[in-house]
Every structure is written in structure tokens, then in C-alpha cells.
């Protein structure tokens, strides 16, 4: 098997060249078991700090001077790391004999310097909370009831408990599930929980999805019968939560302009019985708000596209380039003298200066089109609410878009977004918005994807209800007298 390291080496040397993300990566590869090759991949990745210490200090690479570095990286990490036998013969099992002894023996030395008990506890601090994202798992209404996915549960042998906060979500042991505090249609599980192989799951009865994408359809929480609008809907988890919450009793028009994602959409929908979306190929910013289709639609979920920057995957990056930062990359201390690493990093600081232009741009391009596309879905004649969210801690993205769409658009401001969550949006500078009405996730202390949820209400819509409060108190004194 000596083409799994070959191919693993490969991965990551492509990812190291920002050719592609880890799992996109794996999955183009022409080694075929893609698990087993993911699997070695990331573990890899998340112990490269580590690795690159032990292939330092033992000299592999000084040693071994064909060795590629990358799958040096692999070979670490099943023979020490892991613990395993290569499963290869040859060069890499010869390699593995040779060196075994020394890598164990700094391995050991790191642990003891550090006082860890496991190589686990040699991570940074902040991937070790990473790993305590649950499983959640979001109830689907048209095709079962709590009632029953609760025995069904107890039949796989899960025991629910209480959850009355976040924090308790991140402490569920193995075969413990609980109903989310916040999202009631949500339940959570122990992180590494698979329900794959599970008829819950195949049935469409439950649907594996994060719980920050849950809320946007949540916040907007349509009344039975309305007509409502996603946006930039596929691949159709924030569609079918609408659907449900709707019980399928009104319609969702569900946008994408891309052919092959709506119809990911529309196999998704069909799993989950959610008879009352109807799929749009098409730009919603060209979408006519006096087409007859949408005069009546109340509810406007938008999630456009966005920079990912709160996506976990991108949060593990994050850390792990920052632990590099900390304790140097010495997986590469063997190569070249000083002039050679005044040169690498040179090239490196400018590298990292494109970098920071290239980011400024896309973020600037993004939000363009995320305020455009709020601004549009505020055009339509009856719509009352509208939800903004991304998967972008960025606040060029969150923050600093809310202000935009409110300085263009002057009939709608902001509601209170899931007031039961506690982390709210981030204070701007002269901003002219209360911040605390906006929502904020963040990936290492929530344990869920970083995520960001406005909701805009019509301001008609406040007038008219606040009138309906004072018209009430009227009655009220009327009866007293």
C-alpha cells in the first residue's frame, strides 16, 4: 500500500500549494479507498506541528534524502503518531525500521517536556475544542414526529438528557443525545456520531445539518400558508427547513442559478417531502418583483455566497498556521542554510502581502453582492421579513454589510434575531444599527460553524403592530370603565 502515502504526500503537497481544499482534494485522487485516504490526510494535517517537530529532531530527512517531504508527513504520523505498521512493504517499511525507535524516543521527550498524557493533548488548545463540535441532527416534520424518532433512538440505544445551554451540548458522552436549547426542532449528539447507515437518516426522517444553518428559517419561522423566497438556496437544507416549518402548507420558491446544484436541491427536497418548494434555475437578482408568482411573499430567506472564513475546516487552517507561526516550521529546518531561510522568508512575507490584496478584493466583491442581493429581495412588494446570514466571520461580510443595506434601503430595520442566543453582533464604529439585534457564532467556543443571522422587518409592519398594542390597551380601559 505503498501508493496510499504516495497519494497522500500528493494531497497534501497540493494543498500546501492552495491548489484545493483537504476533502475536495482526496476525492479527486486517483488512489480509490478516498475514506482511508482522507482519514490519513487530515490526521496528518492536524498533527503537523508535532510531525514537523519529530522529523527535526530525529533528522529523517537529513537521513533519508529522497524522501519526499509530504510523504514524510504521512509516514510520521502512522509510525509514530498512530502507532501502526505501514501497511506497504519496500522503501517506506525499510524506512520504518530504520527510524522507528528514534521517532518514539522524541516522541516520548515532547510528551514528558510538555506534560501530556496522550499525543493528543501536544495540540494547540484551541484545535482540542474544535474537536468537540457535536452531531446535530435536525428533526424533519413531514416525515416523522418526536415521539417517534425518540423510540427510535432508544432502540439504537440512545438516552436523552437535559440540555439547558451551549455549553452542555459540548459535553455529550457517546450514545447521549439532547434536545438543542435553542433550535426545537434540532437534536445534538456526541461529536464522531454517524447516522449514514442509519434508516432515520436514509428515511429522510432526520437531516444532518449544523446547527448555525439552521437558523435563518428558524428566525423567520413562517406562518402556515405564506409564500416565501430562498434565495441562493441549494444544496436545500435552509429550503427543507422552511418546508417543514411551513408543514408544507404554503410555498417556498427555491432560487440557483447552477443547473447540477438545483437539482442536488431538488433530490433533497424529494428525500424530505417538501411538497411545497418549487425550484427556480435562476438569478434571483434578475427575479421580477412584479411577477404575479411572488406579489404575495412574505418571507425572504438570503444566504449568498460568501468567503467560508467560519466554516471549522477553515478554522482548523486558521490555528494550525498560527501554531506554525508559534513553534516555527521545522518539518523544514533540515533544508538549506541561513541565506537560503532569509530568501524563503522574503518570499514568503511577499506571498503573504498578495495574499492579504487578493482577500481585500474578494471580500469587497462578496459584499457587493450580498448587499444587492438583501436590497433585492426588499423590493418585492409584500415581503415582511427578510434573513441575512453567512458562513463568514468576517464583518466586512456581516456587520459592515447591515449598515450598508440600511443606508440604502429606508422601509425596513433590523428585528431581534434569536434572542434566546447569547453572542450578538459585533459594536462598529458610528454605526447608526444596535449591534445586539444581530447574532454571531464562533466555531471554537460554540461548537458549530461560525455563522452570522440578521433579520429586517418592514417598518410598516412595526407601525402596524404597535397600533394593535395601543388599539388593545384602548379596549382594555373601555371594559374597566
Known sequence: MADLYKSAGSVL?????????????????????????????????????????????????????????????TLVHDIAIAGVDLRCGGYFKDIASRHKGRLTSELVKMKIKAGAKDVADLLPQELRLLERTPRYARLNGLRTSWSEVSHELELL???????????????????????????????????GTDFHDEALYKD?????QDKASCFPAFALSPTKGSLCIDSC??????????ASLLDNDGK??????????????????????????????????????????????KYILCDPSCSGSG???????DILARSIIDNGDLSQAHNGNKKNNRKRKREKESQNTQNQTDKKERLEALSKFQVDCVCHAMGFPSVEFVSYSTC????????????????RVNDFELDRALPAWPHRGIPMEN??????????TNPVRDGMTGFFLAVFKRKALSQKLQQTKANKRKKKKKKKK
Open 13 to 73: 503537497s497540493a494543498f500546501h500549494d492552495k491548489r484545493g481544499l483537504l476533502k475536495s482534494l482526496c476525492m479527486t485522487s486517483k488512489f480509490q479507498d478516498k475514506r482511508r485516504l482522507t482519514a490519513l490526510v487530515t490526521q496528518t494535517q492536524k498533527y503537523r506541528v508535532v510531525i514537523g517537530q519529530l522529523i527535526s529532531q530525529s533528522d529523517l530527512l537529513k537521513v533519508e534524502k529522497k524522501l519526499d517531504k509530504f510523504v514524510a508527513w
Open 233 to 242: 438556496a441549494a444544496p436545500g437544507n435552509k429550503t427543507s427547513h422552511l
Open 204 to 208: 429522510g426522517k432526520l437531516i444532518l
Open 252 to 297: 417556498v420558491f427555491a432560487f440557483d442559478l447552477d443547473p447540477k446544484r438545483l437539482k442536488l436541491l431538488t433530490s433533497m427536497c424529494n428525500k424530505a417531502q417538501a411538497s411545497c418548494v418549487e425550484p427556480i434555475c435562476g438569478n434571483f437578482l434578475e427575479a421580477d418583483h412584479s411577477d404575479s408568482r411572488f406579489q404575495n411573499v
Open 431 to 440: 454605526a447608526t444599527f444596535d449591534s445586539s439585534l444581530l447574532v454571531r
Open 157 to 191: 440505544g440512545f438516552k436523552q438528557v437535559q440540555a439547558e445551554t451551549q455549553s452542555d451540548l459540548l459535553v455529550l458522552n457517546t450514545k447521549e443525545y439532547a434536545r438543542d436549547p435553542h433550535i426545537s426542532d434540532l437534536l445534538v449528539f456526541a461529536p
Open 311 to 317: 466554516m471549522p475546516s477553515r478554522a482548523f487552517d
Open 392 to 407: 463568514s466571520i468576517n464583518k466586512e461580510e456581516n456587520e459592515l454589510v447591515v449598515g450598508k443595506i440600511l443606508e
